[in-house]
């Protein structure tokens, strides 16, 4: 693969902050209409995804500390979207699970982005809508 320019980098930065911004706003209107900030917005993401998962996995995939992951757990569990539970073949640990609350709630983030995802595909014809999607699942499963 060629290495791209400096010009190249620097448009693609800028159109990705255009691009990105336009999520940030559709999850935070989400998160805002239920007192969330970003990282349990997120978190809350995460483990409605994964039902059981504990507090470590969240804090591996968003790359936080474990006192932070606790603090937002806290704050979930204590708006009542978050469920925590002990496993029986391991009392030590602690499960995560988003409750029906909990699931609406994200329910409401993803159709956030839903609507930032078709405003952005209407600026194109269906063959750009294609490579759009294309590219972007291109650059999203290239995980170096």
């Known amino acids: 693969m060629p290495e791209p320019t400096r010009d190249q ?16 706003v559709a999850e935070a209107v989400a998160a805002a209409d239920n007192a969330l900030n970003a990282l349990d917005a997120q978190t809350l993401m995460f483990i409605a995804e994964h039902p059981g998962c504990g507090m470590g996995d969240v804090a591996r995939y968003l790359n936080v500390a474990m ?22 073949d391991n009392r030590r640990a602690v499960a995560l699970s988003a409750n029906d609350r909990g699931r609406q709630v994200v329910e409401e983030q993803i159709e956030g982005y839903r609507q930032a995802c078709r405003t952005m595909l209407r600026a194109l014809d ?14 999203a499963d290239n995980e170096t």
Request: aromatic letters at 6%; a positive charge.
């Open 9 to 24: 980098v620097e448009q693609l930065t800028r159109a990705f902050g255009r691009f990105t911004r336009r999520f940030k």
């Open 126 to 139: 269906t063959s750009e809508q294609d490579e759009l999607i294309r590219l972007t699942e291109k650059i």
């Open 67 to 88: 006192t932070t992951m606790s603090s937002a757990v806290d704050r979930l569990v204590k708006r009542d979207l978050v469920e925590r539970r002990r496993p029986e």
